[in-house]
């Protein structure tokens, strides 16, 4: 498997914003990094409900989770990223140059990242 940039996605498209006393909406890397650390933040809360340590450096764990147990990403497969002048990237299944592995499936992440899984992961 290929590990690049991005290693993972997030749904941000029209997120208001408020800039020097305006509102805005606003979408794209800046919206969607600070979503899925919100989801780390849960899995980590999970974690330590569990009486688990929080997860660390995570990307070991995100590439092992997309080997392993797939599922805990919705891969994104279709869809492409023109701009500047090239055609960009187009999405396919598993890890690619526009999505990565793909969104956060927050159940099955928890899942594993609690040891509830069906798959065993060592995190
Ligand atoms: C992308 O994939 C989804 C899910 O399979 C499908 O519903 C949608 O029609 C596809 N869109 C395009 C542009 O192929
Ligand atoms: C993306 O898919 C389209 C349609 O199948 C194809 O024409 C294009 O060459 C692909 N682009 C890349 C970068 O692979």
Do not use: Q
């Not at 997309?66 to 500047?84: H, K, Q, R, V, Y």
């Amino acid at each position: 498997m290929p590990i690049g940039i991005p290693d993972v996605a997030a749904l941000a498209d029209l997120f208001l914003i408020f800039l020097g006393g305006e509102s805005g909406l606003i979408g794209g890397t800046s919206a969607a990094a600070p979503t899925f650390a919100g989801f780390v933040s849960l899995l980590n809360d999970a974690r330590l409900r569990s009486g688990l340590p929080t997860l660390g450096f995570l990307n070991p764990l995100i590439y092992k989770i997309g080997e392993l147990a797939p599922t805990g990403f919705n891969d994104i497969t279709n869809g492409s990223n023109p701009g500047c002048g090239t055609e960009g990237f187009n999405a396919t299944k598993g890890w690619d140059p526009i999505t990565g592995l793909g969104t956060p499936n927050f159940g099955k992440l928890k899942d594993i990242v609690t040891g509830k899984s069906t798959i065993k992961i060592n995190t």
